[in-house]
């Protein structure tokens, strides 16, 4: 049994179709995920500023670069948040860290998990230990 074969093996393990909900209420939609082990995702983490504007490309820009430090990051600020997340889930991202407009007041991001959609408001300071600790770095 080859390489080749143990990666195909993982992608078809991590590789789901879910219903997911919409923004709007009670529809949903067909997710694609790739569940890869967070050990084994070749981007750790997403920055994703809510809008292209300056007062959150530039917080996030600078966040994106500082997460660089400790992990394998990806800046992305196309389209709508929504659709920006489901590419990261296809692409099997774990993480991802949207700036909006209250981070500006409270310096606070909002950090999503991959596999349970769930979101948690994290303070731009311990973004790092935070993400360090969730991927088993620490």
Not at 70 to 76: A, G, I, L
Request: aromatic share 6%; proline share 4%.
């Amino acid at each position: 049994m080859g390489l080749e074969r143990m990666v195909l093996v993982a992608l078809l393990e991590a590789y789901h179709e879910e219903a997911a909900p919409t923004a709007e209420d009670g529809k949903t939609e067909t997710r694609i995920v790739l569940k890869l082990p967070k050990h084994l995702a070749p981007i750790k983490v997403a920055v994703l500023p809510l809008s292209k504007k300056e007062e959150l490309s530039g917080p996030a820009l600078k966040l994106a670069a500082d997460l660089r430090q400790n992990f394998v990051t990806e800046y992305d600020d196309t389209q709508s948040i929504g659709k920006r997340y489901r590419r990261q889930d296809e692409i099997g991202t774990p993480y991802c860290v949207t700036v909006d407009f209250d981070t500006l007041q409270d310096k606070k991001v909002t950090v999503r998990d991959r596999d349970s959609m769930k979101q948690e408001r994290v303070a731009l300071a311990e973004v790092v230990e935070y993400l360090q600790v969730k991927l088993n770095l620490s």
